[in-house]
Nanobody, 118 residues
Framework: QVQLVESGGGLVQPGGSLRLSCAAS????????MGWYRQVPGKQRGLVAK???????NYYDSVKGRFTISRDNAKNTVYLQMNSLKPEDTAVYYC????????????WGQGTQVTVSS
């Protein structure tokens, strides 16, 4: 089993920055991909960014150049540095760990609210 615990959400003004953290506990494999998704009411949860244990990262187009995902394998922790935040970034952000195998499986954190507003 894997548990994911997020921290770092909150209220920030447009143009500001926040850093999200997600600590994973349990059995973490080098093949696991960790990432961040976000969801607003009435819409599907969507990918923000993901990263492999080797450091290969992918980003949703609207956050490229503003958000940076990083991963500390020794601590089993993934971070999301969010800069130049916009009101449209307001959402609940969820940490994700995807385990690849015969059947892929997703683990989720409880979510943390990010609100960008003046």
């Amino acid at each position: 089993q894997v548990q994911l615990v997020e921290s770092g959400g909150g209220l920030v003004q447009p143009g500001g920055s926040l850093r999200l953290s997600c600590a994973a506990s349990g059995s973490i494999f080098s093949s696991d991909v960790m990432g961040w998704y976000r969801q607003v009411p009435g819409k599907q949860r969507g990918l923000v960014a993901k990263i492999t244990s080797g450091g290969t990262a992918n980003y949703y187009d609207s956050v490229k150049g503003r958000f940076t995902i990083s991963r500390d394998n020794a601590k089993n922790t993934v971070y999301l540095q969010m800069n130049s935040l916009k009101p449209e970034d307001t959402a609940v952000y969820y940490c994700n760990l995807r385990r690849y195998g015969l059947y892929n499986y997703d683990y989720w954190g409880q979510g943390t609210q990010v609100t960008v507003s003046s």
